[in-house]
DNA sequence: TCGCATGGCTAACAGTCATTAGCTTCGCGC
DNA sequence: GCGCGAAGCTAATGACTGTTAGCCATGCGA
């Protein structure tokens, strides 16, 4: 019953109490992190309020205390989300002019969300589809668009500066864009390559991909992790 | 209440027959096309066996004459998919050994496939955690391992040659497997691009990406279309 | 010491859905 | 004409699940 002491362990027993730290004020954020999960493991309709219950230690009906529905997490999820990968984006491209150096930075900054939140990233690939019509669907789907046309213009100045030898620049966006997404599903941590140096990688990848000959300019290779 | 004549229009007007011709005998594929468009639309668990029913004109339990459950339908598209990528892949890279060559077959089929096939392609990608587990779910990771490494070998090989200049060969494999596969997601017949434009693009790309300098070699591009 | 907000629990509700049971009709071979 | 299988339908079942209602313990401020 003594107020401080009794909530995380006295100092005689250490682990008996169901709450060890004083994480209280994070349980909403300790289950959108765990929704996230087993989001992206079973997909929205696959994953039950009861399953994400039983990762942060309640009852379902309880996660009502500090969530509004199940719906409400993927909205908050997927907002997160985007807006995350959006602020790296500008602010990669929004460093330079020169059309091969603002090349590597955007693809770097695609690759590294990808393998830094792939959980955030796979979320945003694949529950779309579940997220209820209305008007925030309509701003994810803006955002997406946006992020796309960002790259789209990256590659297309460096057409315009005679830089870039590509043919189709649409397409060829798309594929830069594919390439890294693609990243989140399969990159692990405790793989060959490190995050920087993938990134690394597929910028060197990027300019390639464009026609673009240097491909050395602008980023230090992070050396090889194998 | 009169049997036979009340429900279709006796002979004299030929066409007002719910069944126009005798594809009585392909309900089964008629369930089957169905289910796969569904299923990439809705997601397998956002689709429900009376959705699938109204494609193809029957109500729900009707569809168990034709078919044994819900997860027998996508246990049989996904089968015909995997096989069909594979058969494409492996038709494409046996033809020959020069790593270039090889390497655009090996990209061709695989974005053609993507183009060509998106929805099995949908499906065969998003559903994999649909499938229940047992024996039919470990030959489908396997094979699909096996189109996995078919292409780092294609890659690897041309590295050992010494026609490609590629630091890490599993990764850029990767790479030009995603940025295909992506083709799916995206890629409209009525688009800007033909399948056998976007194809020749495509690999293309691939060349560039694993630094062999001869892009042009062959292929015969087939045109723009826009 | 008392009351109240917090955050947990169980029970119950309401809806959905895959699947089964059982009935009817149609068309074909005899 | 007749029987039968194919193929459809409606009704029912049983399981699951998101969410609400209502109850109880805890601990803090007064």
Known sequence: MTPGPSREAPADSPAPTPIPISKARNRRTEILDAA???????GYLGTTMEAIGEAVGMRAPSLYKHVRSKQELLVELMSRSITEVHAALDAATGSTSAPVLRLRRAMEAHVRYHAEHCLDALLGANELSNLEPG????????????????FVEVVECGVAAGVFTVEHPKTTARALLDMGSGVSVWFRRDGELSVDALVYHYSDLAVRLVGADDAGAGSTNPGRIT
């Open 36 to 42: 996230l999960e087993i989001f992206v493991r079973h």
């Open 135 to 150: 008007p925030f669907l309509e701003r994810i789907l803006a955002e997406r668009d946006r992020y796309e046309a960002a």
